[in-house]
Structure formats: structure tokens, C-alpha cells
């Protein structure tokens, strides 16, 4: 049975305006949460303690400035002069800025051998697992980053060799 040409008008126009679910698409690439911006320590006066011992890179007054993009984080660590020049009197240098590029890593599935050594900055989550971060550190150290809330949290452990380990968290609030 053929239908006259306005019931074929109507059924048109109301395909037209009813929702139609979009179609399938490929799945996107996984999300992760920013960790862009600037930021400062949330506790100042335990950065600068952390600092004066050598725990910490970021005294009470300094910033850190994280550009993130999907392949890329680069962090840059601003420090006062007053807590620069003595670091230069030691050290001879001091590297403000790492770039490290990003990847993910497979979830799940490892058998029984266990997950692998991380021996490049990776997503673990929403979490990024940063290994031997920063070129002056003398000890194997991993950084990871995360936001807890509104604060960016970096948890720095630091194998001091002979079973002993350095276990540190910071937390920054997010000035820019």
C-alpha cells in the first residue's frame, strides 16, 4: 500500500526533529585530570623546613608552573633568590624546568610476574607516575602527581638505599 505523499511530508519532518542518538564512535583517548596551572605550597612555613633539609625543591615562597597537553607536562620550579643562591653556592646549577612526555600504560593482565617497572612518566589512573624526575636527584626517586580535591598533591619517595626510603606528600593550592 503506497501512502499519499503528505503522510510521507509529516513522517519526514518528524524523523527530522525527534532525537536520534549520534552514531557509534571510536572510543576517545582515556582523560586524566589537569594538573595546569600555577602553584604555590599549601603550608609555606613546612616547604621552607622541607627545603633548608634538602626534602623538598619548592620552598614556602616558590612556585610551580605545570603546562600539560596530551603528550606532554612540563613543570617549572620558580624559586626566590634568597633560597636560589645558596642551592647555586652548593650545587653549581639548578635545572628549573623538566619536560617529560606522557603515556598510558596497560591496565590489568600481567600475570603472575606483576605490573612492570615504570621507567617513564605514565598515566596509573588519574594519577601520573613520574620516575627519576629532576637530573640532581642522587637517589632513585618516583613523583607522583594527583589532585586530592582542589589542592595538586606530589608524592616524592626517594630510595636512600639499604632498605631505607624517603616518603614525602606535598600539597599546593592553585594560585593561577
Given at each position: 500500500m503506497k501512502h499519499p505523499p503528505v503522510c510521507a511530508a509529516i513522517a519526514v519532518f518528524i524523523v527530522s526533529f525527534a532525537e536520534v542518538p549520534p552514531l557509534a564512535q571510536a572510543p576517545s583517548s582515556t582523560s586524566h585530570p589537569s594538573l595546569a596551572g600555577t602553584w604555590a605550597p599549601s603550608i609555606?612555613?613546612?616547604?621552607?623546613?622541607?627545603?633548608?633539609?634538602?626534602?623538598?625543591?619548592?620552598?614556602?615562597?616558590?612556585?610551580?608552573?605545570?603546562?600539560?597537553?596530551?603528550?606532554?607536562?612540563?613543570?617549572?620550579?620558580?624559586?626566590?633568590?634568597?633560597?636560589?643562591?645558596?642551592?647555586?653556592?652548593i650545587n653549581g646549577r639548578f635545572y628549573p624546568t623538566a619536560i617529560y612526555y606522557?603515556?598510558?600504560?596497560?591496565?590489568?593482565?600481567?600475570?603472575?610476574?606483576?605490573?612492570?617497572?615504570?621507567t617513564r612518566p605514565t598515566w596509573l589512573g588519574n594519577q601520573l607516575v613520574v620516575p627519576n624526575p629532576w637530573p640532581q636527584f642522587t637517589h632513585p626517586t618516583t613523583q607522583t602527581y594527583s589532585l586530592d580535591r582542589d589542592k595538586l598533591a606530589i608524592e616524592t619517595r626517594v630510595d636512600m638505599g639499604a632498605g631505607r626510603v624517603n616518603d614525602i606528600t606535598e600539597r599546593f593550592d592553585k594560585v593561577r
Open positions: 609555606p612555613e613546612a616547604s621552607d623546613r622541607r627545603y633548608d633539609v634538602g626534602l623538598t625543591m619548592i620552598p614556602g615562597q616558590g612556585r610551580l608552573t605545570i603546562e600539560q597537553s596530551a603528550t606532554r607536562l612540563t613543570v617549572t620550579i620558580t624559586i626566590p633568590d634568597d633560597k636560589l643562591e645558596p642551592l647555586l653556592a606522557l603515556s598510558e600504560t596497560r591496565t590489568g593482565g600481567y600475570g603472575a610476574g606483576g605490573a612492570p617497572e615504570i
